[in-house]
């Protein structure tokens, strides 16, 4: 039984791979705006993507011939979130000289939220990093949308059989 694996292209350029896992095995490493068809044995599956020291969530899906996976970056984290603290680690080194108390202990909340924020991404969500997307072709309302940026013009109507 064959699958498709799918990651589409990015909002941002992004030049990472992402390694796929189909039940503990790398099975396909694959770039931004890139398909590969995949072979399975039987319908019951454990998939999961890598890239450098994040993730996503592994997932136990039953596939049929013809399902789609896709692979998306989670919107909700930002690369650039690692670099939030640093104004305010500079705000409150420079409010460290000033007389003002509630204006160093606003800036020493800001940097503690910033760490904990860090350290949540660090540990907790990097296996958040990585949304997927199991499409079944023979069911899915995404269909027509989907075949046309895949290139499957022969499947753009459901097949219920």
């Excluded at 003002?100 to 800001?110: D, N, R, S, Y």
Aim: hydrophobic fraction near 45%; avoid cysteine; charged fraction near 20%.
């Amino acid at each position: 039984m064959e699958i498709i694996v799918k990651r589409p292209k990015s909002k941002t350029y992004d030049e990472s791979k992402y390694r796929i896992y189909i039940d503990g095995q790398k099975v396909a490493t694959l770039q931004e705006n890139q398909l590969q068809e995949i072979e399975v044995n039987g319908s019951s599956i454990t998939i999961e993507a890598k890239f450098n020291w994040v993730g996503s969530k592994k997932l136990n899906l039953k596939v049929s011939n013809g399902d789609i996976i896709e692979f998306l970056p989670n919107t909700l984290f930002s690369k650039m979130g690692v670099f939030l603290p640093a104004p305010f680690a500079i705000l409150f080194v420079l409010a460290m000289n000033l007389e003002v108390p509630w204006l160093k202990w606003t800036f020493a909340t800001l940097l503690v939220i910033d760490f904990l924020l860090i350290l949540y991404i660090l540990v907790i969500a990097r296996r958040k990093w990585i949304s997927v997307n199991h499409i079944n072709p023979h069911y899915s309302s995404n269909l027509l949308k989907m075949n046309a940026n895949a290139g499957y013009p022969d499947l753009a109507e459901p097949n219920f059989g």
